[in-house]
């Protein structure tokens, strides 16, 4: 079963940062968090991920909070190829499966 | 960056005939490959994990004769899907983890199958 917990949908405009969050009340110490998206009729494209600390590349930053509850995955400014579902992922580094929840639903509005 | 290349995109197939799905990984060694399927507007659920040179391992409720997995080569690992019926539509796809740990996982571009 997934462990995370994430929006079903979000909207954002174009040009605006899109802020996904992702509940992960029940992360162990060694599990990382992963974000992958996956546009329409296309396999998953990875994104990012993180121990503890923020992580940024050029795609997005990764917000972890302290506790490590929750993140928030941002894309600084996004643009309607940011139309996706994204999904939020906790698993061992090194682990050899990647069981994915629901996801959120992203629509990037004109 | 590493590449995971799914054949075919799409296939049509008649009732009771096989399809074959190939995995490669183009630029990489694959110790382990990934089978996934979708049903439109739900997750990816996992089907099986592939390691080359053994059986592979399915998931719970997934029949093992029905989609028979192969792993003959670090590149390169198959998915067929025997006797094909209408409810075994669905869009399936692979991923693969490279040799030496995690690589962040690659993912192939998916094949629709659609049985008529």
């Known amino acids: 079963d997934a462990k995370t917990t994430q929006p079903p949908s979000m909207d954002c405009a174009e040009g605006r940062a899109a802020n996904l969050p992702c509940n992960h009340s029940?992360?162990?110490?060694?599990?990382?968090v992963y974000w992958y998206r996956q546009i329409h009729s296309q396999g998953p494209q990875y994104i990012i991920h993180?121990?503890?600390n923020n992580e940024t590349n050029e795609m997005a930053s990764l917000i972890i909070t302290e506790d490590r509850k929750s993140s928030t995955l941002i894309l600084p400014h996004a643009t309607l190829r940011d139309t996706a579902v994204y999904y939020c992922?906790?698993?061992?580094?090194?682990?050899?499966?990647?069981?994915f929840g629901k996801g959120t639903r992203l629509h990037i509005l004109p | 960056g590493a590449v995971v290349s799914q054949h075919p995109s799409r296939v049509i197939c008649k009732s009771g005939t096989s399809v074959k799905i190939e995995c490669r990984s183009l630029?990489?060694?694959?110790?382990?490959m990934f089978w996934y399927r979708q049903f439109p507007k739900k997750s990816l659920m996992l089907m099986a994990t592939?390691?080359?040179?053994?059986?592979?391992?399915?998931e719970q409720g997934v029949e093992k004769d029905k989609f028979l997995i192969n792993h003959a080569s670090l590149t390169l690992s198959t998915l067929t899907v025997t006797s094909a019926h209408p409810e075994d539509s669905s869009f399936y796809i692979c991923?693969?983890?490279?040799?030496?740990?995690?690589?962040?996982?690659?993912f192939g571009s998916g094949t629709r199958l659609t049985v008529v």
């Open positions: 991923s693969a983890q490279g040799v030496g740990g995690d690589y962040g996982y690659t």
């Open positions: 992922i906790v698993r061992v580094y090194g682990d050899d499966k990647i069981i």
């Open positions: 029940t992360i162990s110490g060694n599990e990382y």
């Open positions: 592939s390691n080359e040179g053994s059986k592979a391992t399915y």
């Open positions: 993180g121990l503890k």
């Open positions: 630029d990489f060694q694959a110790t382990t």
